[in-house]
């Protein structure tokens, strides 16, 4: 279970990597119910007899967004808690890339560097990480990316001085 911050914390710990997820394996069945919860059945994602026979992974590849929605559980798992939230929210990424395929049946895990946290009004604090997805055995990432999330508080937990 990742350890637990106060708010006054969390600008101290701008520049560093605060947390790295367990490996997930990113296999057929995950693969085949994205596709069915997207519409998106392209055959170098759902057919492994085709994708080995007609493209240059050896197999099927996961979607690159369900790559990077899966950043959601790896931030659960690896992210301190801060103990004032009330609510965190999705702001959106920034320079998204999907560097490289993810080859059914592969274990990828995620790395996380707060690069930015500042207040936003009374009781929201903006944050960015630059977030990494590595594959196992790989020398590049699966992805690299800016994530921004939102960190709702009661205002009455503000930190004096900040």
């Not at 996961?62 to 559980?73: C, E, I, M, R």
Request: net charge negative.
């Amino acid at each position: 279970m990742p350890r637990e911050i106060s708010l006054s914390e969390v600008s101290s710990l701008i520049g560093q990597e605060i947390g790295v997820s367990k490996w997930i394996t990113v296999d057929q069945t995950m693969i085949d119910a994205f596709a069915g919860a997207t519409d998106d059945h392209q055959f170098i994602h759902v057919d492994p007899v085709r994708a080995a026979a007609e493209t240059p992974f050896g197999g099927t590849i996961a979607h690159g967004f369900l790559t990077l929605s899966l950043l959601s559980t790896m931030n659960y798992d690896c992210l301190p808690k801060i103990r004032e939230q009330t609510m965190g929210i999705n702001y959106g990424f920034d320079k998204v890339r999907f560097m490289t395929p993810v080859k059914c049946g592969k274990r990828i895990r995620g790395h996380f560097v707060l690069s930015e946290a500042r207040f936003r009004g009374a009781g929201m604090m903006m944050t960015a990480y630059d977030v990494t997805i590595e594959i196992e055995g790989e020398r590049k990432p699966a992805l690299t990316a800016t994530w921004m999330t939102i960190i709702q508080f009661d205002p009455k937990d503000r930190p004096e001085g900040l």
